[in-house]
Structure formats: structure tokens, C-alpha cells
């Protein structure tokens, strides 16, 4: 643990560092809303904040995609006026899981690339993060484990980890060093800070554990294998095409572009705002024809969108392993579960074929 790298904050004095840094910007924090419920709402000192929470309602990609956000603004009075609209302002994300930091990195590479979308990437510009790290699981639906987002990976400012009486404070970023030197209120660690950091470390790696009988490496062949799977089929009996599950997802980045007039008929805006592909619209295209008409294939899209198509481009997965999607279906999908009976039946064609 190096000095420069690493410093301690106490416990005490985290209100008085949230108080400090809301002087300058809206900071955002996981709040408690009742029955299990937390959102990211605006915080002013730490007794509002919830230090243990599982995954918010949504993820914090709506600071970053809003779920409607105008584009342009346009007058047809005079010839045609168009003007380009930016809606954003300076905030600070406190709190922010290791599943949704790997989350906001996902679609850093998505809208990062051409043609680069500069709403998001301009609003991303605004925007400092303090990840927090969770010494246990949230609950159980969280899958972090299969998808390697348990440990911190990048994509913060600074991050705390919390040891008891103080949390131990890597600073990423010249942001985060530049919110050091502005609240100073951190201290260097001492050999007890690194001797209990590392012994949380050693402690998470007997907690965390992989939830599903392969390696997750192998995840990638498994939907290679399962595109013909009857276990999409058996979703199709289950899914409500709601689009909770897509809604609440931290890497779904789908919208719809739209256009509304203003009563005058002179002047209006282009908007788009969040879409799912769980809708049976979705992939409806001119003369009426639909690609994924039927659940199953809707289903079957939305895991490969997270297990199998990303990892091609990408080279990681989509699913963060937050578990909002199975916390938020009405129909009780699981994604542990369809993981699960994908291998089952995998294991059973390879036995027959063995015999």
C-alpha cells in the first residue's frame, strides 16, 4: 500500500467531507427509500447516506444516459433553426458499487466509439465518482462473482473501503487527489490500516465464490453452444415483455429518437429517451416485419447481449453482476437460474452423446 496511492479517512469526519464537497456540486448518494429500497438522490451529509445497501432502483447510468433527454430544439418560422441541446451540470457520485462502476465503464466503450455519442460523453466529463466497496454480498441475487466485478477494476475518482472505525481511500484520478487536497481531511495509512485492508481482501475471497458450476472463461462457448436451447422457450412461458429487467440494467444503453411539436406547429425538439428490447415493437421494422416477435427470442437476445455478443467486441461481459434484473422481474426470471439450466442442459446432451 503505497502513500501516494493510498490514504485513510475516518469515520467521523466523512459528514464533514460530503458537506464539503456538496458546497461545490450536487453530490449524489445512495439513500434509504423503505422496504429495501435505495436510490441515488442528492446528499448533504452522511447521516442521509446508506453505507450498506444493495444495488439502487435504477443504476446510476440515468446521471449519465438520462431516461428523456432532449437532443435538438428546432423553429420552422424562419427558414429552419436548429439548435443543438446539452442538459447537464457538475455533480459528484458517492457511493458507487463495484457492479456499477463496471457498469458506467461499459458503456464508456459503447458511446466512446464511432460515431461517438457527445452528449454522454460531454455530461461523463461533469461527473467525479467515489466508488465504494462491498466486504460481503448484497444479497442473493448478486452474481458479482461470475463476472469478476467483486474487486474494484478502475472507472473511479477515488474508492472507499470500509474497515470499521475509518475507510481506507485509494485515490485513481487527479480529481481525486485534487477532492484531497481541497477537504483535508485524510490521513496516510499506518501498518494496522494495511494489515486489516488486506486482511478484508483475503476474507472477500473466501465470500465471494463462483455462483454457477463452470468457469465463468467458459460462459462465452456455453452460448455458443445454447443458441437452439429449449430452456428459451421455457422463459417465454414465464416473461411478462415488461422490460423491467432492461430498464434497471446498468449497461442497457438502448433508446428511441422522437419528435414533438410545440401547440404553435412552428417550433418543437428531438428527445430520445430509454427503450427495451423485451418490447414486442422493439425490432419491428418497415412493412411490419419483426426479427424477435416472440419472447423467447427477446429473452434469448437480452442474455446474449450480456454473455456472448459483447465478449466478441468487447472482450468482457455486459452483466455486472448487480442482480437488479432478477430483483425486478414480476415474473421471477432469474439470471443465476437461466445460467444454471443452460448448463444442466448442456451436461445432458454431452452425457447422451458420451453414451
Same mark, same amino acid.
Given at each position: !500500500? ?125 461527473? #467525479? ?12 441475487? =448478486? ?5 469478476? #466485478? ?8 477515488? $474508492? ?18 485534487? !477532492? ?9 495509512? #499506518?501498518?494496522?490500516? $494495511?494489515?486489516?485492508? !488486506? ?8 465470500? +465471494? ?12 462457448? /456455453? ?17 411478462? #415483455? ?12 438502448? $433508446? ?22 423485451? /418490447?414486442?415493437? +422493439? ?13 423467447? =427470442? ?31 422481474? !414480476?415474473?421471477?426470471?432469474? /439470471? ?20
Amino acid at each position: !500500500m503505497k502513500d501516494v496511492q493510498y490514504l485513510v479517512l475516518r469515520k467521523d469526519n466523512l459528514s464533514s467531507f460530503i458537506a464539503h464537497l456538496s458546497k461545490d456540486q450536487k453530490v449524489m448518494a445512495p439513500v434509504s427509500k423503505g422496504y429495501g429500497n435505495y436510490a441515488f438522490e442528492e446528499v448533504t451529509s452522511a447521516e442521509q447516506v446508506a453505507l450498506k445497501y444493495i444495488p439502487t432502483i435504477l443504476p446510476p447510468k440515468k446521471f449519465f444516459m438520462p431516461q428523456r433527454e432532449t437532443l435538438i430544439e428546432y423553429n420552422l418560422q424562419s427558414g429552419l433553426e436548429v439548435n443543438a441541446v446539452l442538459e447537464h451540470e457538475k455533480m459528484t457520485l458517492f457511493g458507487v458499487h463495484t457492479c456499477d462502476l463496471a457498469g458506467i465503464q461499459c458503456l464508456n466503450m459503447v458511446f466512446s466509439e464511432r460515431p461517438k455519442d457527445y452528449n454522454y460523453l460531454l455530461r461523463k466529463r461533469g461527473i #467525479s465518482i467515489i466508488g465504494l466497496e462491498c466486504n460481503e454480498y448484497c444479497d442473493e441475487y =448478486a452474481s458479482c462473482n461470475i463476472v469478476n #466485478s467483486n474487486m474494484p477494476n478502475g472507472g473511479y475518482d477515488l $474508492f472507499f473501503t470500509d474497515l470499521g472505525d475509518c475507510f481506507v481511500v485509494h485515490v485513481n484520478t487527479q480529481v481525486g487527489d485534487e !477532492m484531497v487536497e481541497r477537504t483535508k481531511m485524510f490521513e496516510k495509512p #499506518s501498518r494496522t490500516h $494495511f494489515d486489516a485492508f !488486506m486482511a478484508l481482501r483475503e476474507a472477500k475471497s473466501k465470500i +465471494f465464490k463462483n455462483e454457477i458450476p463452470i468457469e465463468p472463461r467458459d460462459i462465452p462457448e /456455453l452460448f455458443d453452444r445454447s443458441f437452439d436451447s429449449e430452456v428459451w422457450k421455457e422463459l417465454e412461458q414465464k416473461c411478462l #415483455s415488461c422490460g423491467n429487467c432492461t430498464n434497471v440494467c446498468p449497461t442497457c444503453y438502448c $433508446f428511441d429518437l422522437l419528435d414533438e411539436m410545440n401547440l404553435d406547429l412552428n417550433s418543437g425538439r428531438k428527445f430520445r429517451k430509454w427503450d427495451s428490447c423485451q /418490447l414486442e415493437p +422493439f425490432a419491428k421494422v418497415a412493412g411490419g416485419e419483426n426479427f424477435r416477435k416472440s419472447r423467447a =427470442a427477446r429473452q434469448r437476445h437480452r442474455y446474449y447481449r450480456k454473455f456472448e455478443y459483447p465478449v466478441a467486441k468487447y472482450s468482457r461481459f455486459f452483466c455486472t453482476g448487480c442482480g437488479r434484473c432478477s430483483r425486478a422481474c !414480476m415474473a421471477d426470471i432469474k /439470471l443465476k437460474d437461466t445460467l444454471n439450466a443452460l448448463i444442466k442442459e448442456r451436461m445432458n446432451k454431452l452425457w447422451i452423446k458420451w453414451l
